[in-house]
């Protein structure tokens, strides 16, 4: 469900051909689609309806200022990770009761500015955290309030290794085991109040069983507490539900309620989801420009050489992510069906998309059957909305692209292009210290 389509051979975002937005903008360019992200989030909230959560979009997915006001406009809260995103929560006017704070390595600073903005909860990942929290609280006299992060172990989230949280190796959050030992030591304490638990398994994962899983194992734990005489009032399911990257091969929202609503409804628990990669990842296209097409030596190999790359949209190199690319503007009969490794079309070539980067490493996209594509021609990569500009850096002195929002006819740029001399900015006033 998004808002990138082809007609007449050239790729819409809304109402807008990409190939003049980028004649307009150059590339690369992050184009996002705000009818697609007002659709996901409409569609989140109501898959999940039942249970009236409150939906804290994970900023660190896509942050862009001008999204995140748009979010929190629908009444979005917000799911943040550092000093950096409650800012970015600030500036954009959300909901403070409604941002959560998880991350294991807090500053004193961030936890005083969090707890100074009165923030909802801190998602509290190990004792020493808990403990430098309520220290900070009771020094500022301001309560502070958190939920444990648990650990729930479960079996195979399908995700990648350098992505999943849930298993007992990660550093994130406590085992069941100590969650028990954790309430009772710190479950009464007056600065810091204790009364909700937070998981989040990993992202994306691909299939509603291991929510499911984790979650009994967390509701079997909050009937233990409660039975101990604590106060449980939250559970917080963290997000990771999957973008649709291929078509069709990803749940949708639906898909993911229909097996958690019967598991929280009548648990007298308020609800906290914190999706980021499902609202933002196909709100989002990266379109970059064909500079030269290369035949390797032996002719077995051909390289599409584009002016984006790993500094760019990291995911394919870090976790071997798969992104559909297909050209801007294309013949009537390579109009794609739907997105895919595998295309049941004539005349495609097969090729490597690769970026400027000096690292072999620094591909968008491994033998990849494309249209015939020469210099000039611009390609889509698709679902780059989420952990795409967010992970954007200037490795190699390349300045951070731009980022548009389209809303019908009309695009904004909500990012400028990065300059040269951005890039020397904070290094020209050296001084001794
Ligand atoms: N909540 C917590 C506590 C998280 O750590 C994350 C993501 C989310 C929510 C949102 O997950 P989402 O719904 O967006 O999948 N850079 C990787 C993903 C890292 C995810 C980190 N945590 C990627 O590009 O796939």
Not at 3 to 20: I, K
Not at 38 to 59: E, K
Not at 221 to 241: Q, S
Request: hydrophobic share 40%; aromatic share 8%.
């Amino acid at each position: 469900m998004d808002h990138f389509t082809y007609r007449d051979g050239r790729l819409h975002c809304e109402q807008v051909a990409l190939d003049d937005l980028a004649d307009r903008v150059g590339t690369p360019a992050y184009v996002y689609s705000k009818q697609t992200f007002t659709d996901h989030y409409r569609a989140i909230v109501d898959a999940f309806s039942a249970l009236d959560p409150i939906v804290c979009y994970s900023i660190k997915s896509c942050g862009n200022l001008h999204i995140v006001k748009l979010l929190a406009s629908m009444g979005s809260g917000m799911d943040v990770v550092s000093g950096g995103e409650l800012y970015r929560a600030r500036q954009a006017g959300a909901d403070m009761s409604k941002v959560v704070y998880a991350g294991v390595g807090k500053t004193d600073a961030e936890i005083t500015e969090a707890i100074e903005a009165e923030i909802g909860w801190f998602n509290i990942e190990s004792e020493a955290e808990f403990e430098n929290i309520a220290r900070l609280a009771e020094q500022l006299g301001k309560p502070a309030h958190g939920a444990l992060r648990i650990n729930p172990d479960v079996a195979d989230p399908r995700t990648h290794a350098k992505t999943t949280t849930g298993s007992k190796e990660t550093k994130f959050g406590v085992d069941i085991a100590r969650a028990r030992r954790f309430f009772e030591t710190y479950g009464r304490n007056p600065h810091c109040r204790l009364d909700a638990i937070h998981l989040h398994i990993g992202s994306p994962i691909y299939s509603p069983e291991p929510y499911v899983d984790a979650t009994a194992r967390a509701l079997e734990l909050i009937d233990e507490l409660r039975a101990g005489g604590h106060v449980i009032d939250t559970i917080d399911i963290g997000g990771g539900y999957a973008a649709d990257y291929e078509s069709g091969k990803s749940p949708a929202y639906q898909e993911y309620a229909d097996a958690l609503v019967p598991l929280l409804r009548g648990k007298d628990l308020r609800v906290i989801i914190e999706p980021g990669r499902t609202i933002a990842g196909n709100a989002g296209v990266m379109v970059t420009q064909v500079q030269y097409v290369k035949e390797s030596t032996s002719a077995a190999k051909r390289f599409v050489i584009v002016d984006a790359g790993m500094h760019n949209l990291v995911r394919p190199a870090m976790y071997d992510a798969f992104h559909f690319i297909w050209p801007t503007r294309v013949a009537p009969e390579h109009t794609p069906p739907h997105r895919a490794a595998e295309m049941p079309l004539p005349g495609l070539e097969t090729s490597d998309i690769v970026g400027p980067i000096c690292e072999t490493g620094d591909t968008l996209a491994k033998a990849r059957d494309l249209p015939p594509v020469q210099r000039g021609d611009r390609l889509c990569v698709f679902t780059a909305g989420a952990y795409g500009m967010v992970m954007a850096s200037n490795y190699n002195a390349f300045p951070r692209p731009v980022e548009v929002l389209v809303d019908g006819e009309r695009a904004t740029v909500i990012r400028r292009r990065e300059t040269y001399d951005d890039l020397v900015l904070t290094e020209r006033d050296a001084h001794p210290v």
